[in-house]
């Protein structure tokens, strides 16, 4: 079995600012990460994922995740937010090697960017 | 590529009927899937299907949901004698999964499901 926990429900900050979301995960087996964020009244979209290689990954709009095995997590950052990264962001694992794809979901970390 | 559609966005029902949502996955999608979220939580995992195949079911899918994927195309999901605790959010993502290939699931907007 698997779960996945996000800490923080809310995370408010000044537009400008960094932002850290973070996101443990429990597994027996490897993992495939992933985060989805969901803008205000919009379906589920890929922000970015985690499967091999170098665990440092990039999404287009300047978030990076980086995957570190030992502490089971896959925090989110962003040197700098806008106001248009308001949002609920969803941290996702499913089984690496089986080829079950099912995802995990944490419950959301709701990023409120402010002026 | 149109994306993941889902009929209907909304579906206000009384406790005790049965609704039915379907589900168009991309076309050339051989993988569809099922969630369901509740205010305040993340999705949680319902059903999949590899092409008409239904490969899993989850515990959370009582004996009074059912799904199908006849063709290998669109699914359906189906909630029979509804109850107030399953007014959620279903969603409904495909993705194309042969070995080597993106395993990134794209969801649709999903179906409110309200029962009263």
């Known amino acids: 079995a698997q779960s996945v926990t996000q800490l923080d429900s809310q995370v408010p900050v000044f537009e400008e600012a960094p932002v850290e979301l973070r996101c443990n995960y429990s597994?027996?087996?490897?993992?495939?990460l992933f985060w989805y964020v969901q803008y205000p009244n919009q379906g589920l979209q890929l922000l970015l994922k985690?499967?091999?290689?170098?665990?440092l990954v990039e999404s287009i709009n300047g978030f990076e995740a980086e995957f570190n095995k030992s502490q089971t997590s896959f925090h989110l950052r962003k040197p700098s937010v806008h106001i248009s990264d308001t949002a609920e962001y969803f941290c996702?694992?499913?089984?690496?090697?089986?080829?079950?794809?099912?995802?995990?979901f944490g419950s959301g970390t709701r990023l409120q960017v402010q002026p | 590529d149109t994306g993941v559609s889902q009929d209907p966005r909304h579906k206000i029902t009384k406790r005790g009927q049965n609704v039915t949502f379907r589900c168009d996955p991309i076309?050339?999608?051989?993988?569809l899937y099922w969630y369901r979220q509740t205010l305040g939580q993340g999705p949680e995992f319902l059903t999949y299907?590899?092409?008409?195949?239904?490969?899993?079911k989850s515990r959370l899918l009582s004996d009074r949901f059912s799904a199908e994927r006849p063709k290998g195309s669109f699914s359906t999901l189906e909630i029979q004698r509804t109850e107030q605790g399953d007014s959620a959010m279903y969603l409904c993502?495909?993705?194309?999964?042969?070995?080597?290939?993106?395993?990134?699931?794209?969801f649709g907007p999903g179906t409110r499901l309200t029962v009263t």
């Open positions: 597994s027996s087996v490897s993992v495939y």
């Open positions: 996702a694992v499913s089984e690496g090697d089986t080829g079950r794809r099912a995802l995990t």
């Open positions: 076309s050339e999608h051989n993988r």
């Open positions: 299907f590899q092409n008409e195949a239904q490969l899993e």
């Open positions: 993502a495909s993705s194309l999964d042969r070995a080597g290939k993106s395993y990134e699931q794209y």
């Open positions: 985690y499967l091999s290689g170098s665990t």
